[in-house]
Nanobody, 128 residues
Framework: QVQLVESGGELVQEGDSLRLACVLT????????MGWFRQVPGKERDFVAA????????YYGHSVEGRFTISRDAAKNTMYLDMNSLKPEDAAVYYC?????????????????????WGQGTQVTVSS
């Protein structure tokens, strides 16, 4: 059974940077897909970024492209989300997710229904 635990969320100022981490436990094979999503109350879960655990090939949501970077350290079984130039609209609960769906493209990476495993979330608050 795969478990995901996020950390790193906190209150920051507009323009600040922040790194989120997602530690994975359990068996993970090379074809796993990993992603970051975020959600604010009353809204759907939005795609932030995703990658292939073995080959990277990242995709980003349009609102974060150029400011956020997704990466992973396979030796530590940890995925990261480096967030720069944070804006108040980036405030949300950030979730990491994992899945083993077959096709990898921008659409499949961004679809939360493709991910079978989710963390509990970490809160990011950005003050203006």
């Amino acid at each position: 059974q795969v478990q995901l635990v996020e950390s790193g969320g906190e209150l920051v100022q507009e323009g600040d940077s922040l790194r989120l981490a997602c530690v994975l436990t359990g068996h993970i094979s090379d074809n796993w897909k990993m992603g970051w999503f975020r959600q604010v109350p009353g809204k759907e879960r939005d795609f932030v970024a995703a990658l292939l655990w073995n080959h990277l090939l990242p995709y980003y949501g349009h609102s974060v492209e150029g400011r956020f970077t997704i990466s992973r350290d396979a030796a530590k079984n940890t995925m990261y989300l480096d967030m720069n130039s944070l804006k108040p609209e980036d405030a949300a609960v950030y979730y990491c997710a994992a899945g083993t769906f077959n096709f990898w493209n921008e659409d499949t990476a961004a679809n939360p229904d493709n991910y079978s495993y989710w963390g509990q979330g970490t809160q990011v608050t950005v003050s203006s």
